[in-house]
């Protein structure tokens, strides 16, 4: 069985950090597109960090460059999400996702269950 599970989110302060993990179960990471996505209240979701398969090509989005840094750990099946110098604009729910390919991204044939991140003060 399929199975993508986010964890990490909570509560920081404006300037802190956080980890998100996404643990894959039923597929091996390192074969697949893994993206992670977040929806603030009343935003469409976006997409905010990605990572190809095999060659581990990474991209961001323009607001989280220099902030966020995705990666991969294929002994653990997990990919992860660093974030620093989070601002209140980052908050909403972080969605991690599973595509064959990173050209597929934006429809990818797994999603999690989600995780709040909230950045207040």
């Known amino acids: 069985q399929v199975q993508l599970v986010e964890s990490g989110g909570g509560l920081v302060q404006p300037g802190g950090s956080l980890r998100l993990s996404c643990a894959a179960s039923?597929?091996?990471?390192?074969?697949?597109?893994i993206g992670w996505f977040r929806q603030a209240p009343g935003k469409e979701r976006e997409g905010v960090s990605y990572?190809?398969?095999?060659?581990?090509?990474?991209y961001y989005a323009d607001s989280v460059k220099g902030r966020f840094t995705i990666s991969r750990d294929n002994g653990e099946n997990t990919v992860y999400l660093d974030m620093h110098s989070l601002e209140p604009e980052d908050a909403g729910v972080y969605y991690c996702a599973a595509a064959e390919t990173l050209s597929t991204i934006l429809h990818p044939d797994y999603w999690g269950q989600g995780t709040q991140v909230t950045v207040s003060s």
């Open positions: 990572i190809s398969s095999l060659s581990s090509s990474t």
């Open positions: 039923g597929f091996a990471v390192e074969h697949y597109a």
